[in-house]
């Protein structure tokens, strides 16, 4: 895959970077990263672990080396974590790349999160309930996602569109290599 682009997928949490990302990476045959997991990996904790033993700092200075790790390759599919934007050295790094924002609503995000509090289990960032802290988080993150990304996309849109809308964006991008034949490249 050397010479493509990576393609990073940004937004809050359970605005569905990984869902899609799967899909992306699958209908392009691209390897898939996902940030936060790599932490995991790297550390041997999970969010909340590093977050109790050395705060939400220590999370993203972990945060900022996967993401610096995972950059040196290209062609991939890469999730970021919702908060990956708020550091200036991660977004030189997504400039690199194909940026796709995933924005929802406050309300469609807190609705997923009260649905599947397991999925995106993260320790609290402001302490509040889900729909003020995802409203909150928005406000302060909403500008840094708008700026970092080259397409915004409707979260809330069912997969299969949203899926479809995101390879139109990558190929209007330039991040779909075409064959002679005319054809955008799956592989």
């Known amino acids: 895959m050397s010479g493509e ?3 990073y997928l940004i937004g809050a949490r359970a605005s569905g970077k990984t869902t899609l990302g799967r899909k992306l990476a699958a209908r392009l045959k691209r390897p898939f990263v996902d940030t936060d997991r790599r932490v995991r990996l790297r550390t041997g904790r999970s969010v909340a672990e590093l977050v109790d033993a050395g705060g939400w ?4 200075e972990a945060e900022s080396i996967a993401l610096a790790e995972v950059a040196v390759f290209s062609g991939q599919v890469v ?3 919702g908060g990956i934007v708020l550091r200036q050295e991660n977004r030189d790094l997504l400039e690199k790349g194909i940026v796709l924002y995933l924005k929802a609503s406050p309300e469609v995000l807190a609705g997923r999160l009260l649905r599947n509090p397991l999925e995106a289990q993260r320790p609290t960032l402001t302490g509040g309930g889900v729909v003020d802290e995802v409203s909150q988080v928005l406000a302060e993150r909403g500008a840094l996602y708008l700026s ?3 397409v915004v996309l409707p979260a809330e849109a069912p997969l299969p569109e949203l899926v479809e809308l995101a390879l139109v ?7 779909i290599r075409r ?3 005319g054809r955008g490249r799956i592989s």
């Open 57 to 60: 700092e220590s999370f993203r």
């Open 5 to 7: 682009r990576n393609i």
């Open 148 to 150: 970092c990304a080259h």
């Open 179 to 181: 064959t002679v034949a």
């Open 169 to 175: 964006e990558i190929e209007r991008l330039g991040g």
């Open 79 to 81: 999730s970021c974590g």
